[in-house]
C-alpha cells in the first residue's frame, strides 16, 4: 500500500473513532481498546492505527498509555481543543450569520485598539487604500465585499494571534459560505468604517471608540457591519 493510500486509511480510522466516542458520549478516561485490538478490528496494519492514534492525540481526543493495563483511552479535552472543534464544525453547524456577526461585534473594540496601536505604516497604507475601495464601491454589489475586506485587514494587525485567528476566520466564514450577512447600505455605515480606517492611520483612540460605539449600536438602528 503506497504512503497516500496509508495515510488516507489512517484519516478514515481516527475519523470513526471520533465518532465513536462523540456519538456515545464517552467521558474522559473511557477504555477505547489496546492497540492490536484495534488494528484487528479495522483491519488495518498496526502503523496504520499508530497514524490515526497520533492524529487524535494530536488534537487533544485521546491519550496513549502504554505497559500492562495501558492502551487507547478518550482524554480530558482542554478549553483551547473544544474552542478549535467548535470552529472546525461551522460548516456542519447551523450556524447563522446573526450569530457570527455577534461574536465579531464583541472582538471589533479590541480589534481595532490593537490597530491603532500596532499598525505598521505598510499596514497603514493598505488600510487607506481598503477604505478607499470601500467609499467608491458603497452602494453598489461590491459594497459588502469591500466593507469585509476592510475589517479583516484591520483585524491582520493585531499581534494577539488568538483575536487575529479567530476575527479574519469569521469573516471568511461569513464571506465564503453564508448569503444573509448583508446589512443596509446607509451613509451612517460607510461613514463609520471610515472612520475605522481613520482612527488607524492617524492613531486616534478616541476617535476609534466613537466608531464602534455607532457600529454596535447605529443611530439608524439598522444592524453592524
Not at 456577526?101 to 481598503?130: K, N, Q
Not at 459594497?143 to 494577539?160: D, F, G, K
Not at 443596509?184 to 492617524?202: G, I, N, S, Y
Request: with cysteine; charged share 25%; glycine share 6%.
Amino acid at each position: 500500500m503506497s504512503q497516500i493510500a496509508t495515510a488516507a486509511v489512517a484519516v478514515q480510522v481516527a475519523r470513526a473513532l471520533e465518532e465513536e466516542i462523540t456519538s456515545n458520549g464517552f467521558k474522559p478516561g473511557h477504555f477505547i481498546g489496546r492497540r492490536q485490538e484495534l488494528a484487528a478490528r479495522f483491519s488495518v496494519a498496526p502503523a496504520t492505527l499508530g497514524e490515526a492514534i497520533q492524529l487524535l492525540r494530536s488534537r487533544g481526543i485521546v491519550d496513549a498509555k502504554p505497559g500492562p493495563g495501558g492502551g487507547i483511552f478518550v482524554s480530558e479535552r482542554s478549553p483551547f481543543a473544544q474552542l478549535s472543534d467548535h470552529l472546525l464544525a461551522l460548516r456542519e453547524e447551523q450556524t447563522t450569520a446573526e450569530q457570527c456577526l455577534r461574536v465579531l461585534d464583541a472582538l471589533d473594540g479590541a480589534v481595532l485598539r490593537d490597530a491603532v496601536d500596532f499598525a505598521t505604516e505598510d499596514d497603514i497604507t493598505d488600510i487607506a487604500r481598503c477604505a478607499d475601495e470601500l467609499q467608491a464601491a458603497w452602494g453598489t454589489s461590491e459594497s459588502a465585499a469591500t466593507m469585509w475586506r476592510l475589517h479583516e485587514r484591520i483585524a491582520q494587525t493585531t499581534p494577539n494571534e488568538l483575536l487575529r485567528g479567530l476575527y479574519t476566520n469569521l469573516v471568511k466564514y461569513i464571506t465564503e459560505e453564508l448569503d444573509d450577512a448583508v446589512a443596509p447600505h446607509t451613509e451612517e455605515r460607510l461613514h463609520t468604517h471610515l472612520d475605522f480606517a481613520k482612527a488607524v492611520v492617524q492613531r486616534d483612540h478616541e476617535l476609534a471608540a466613537s466608531a464602534i460605539a455607532r457600529h454596535t449600536h447605529p443611530a439608524s438602528g439598522a444592524g453592524a457591519h
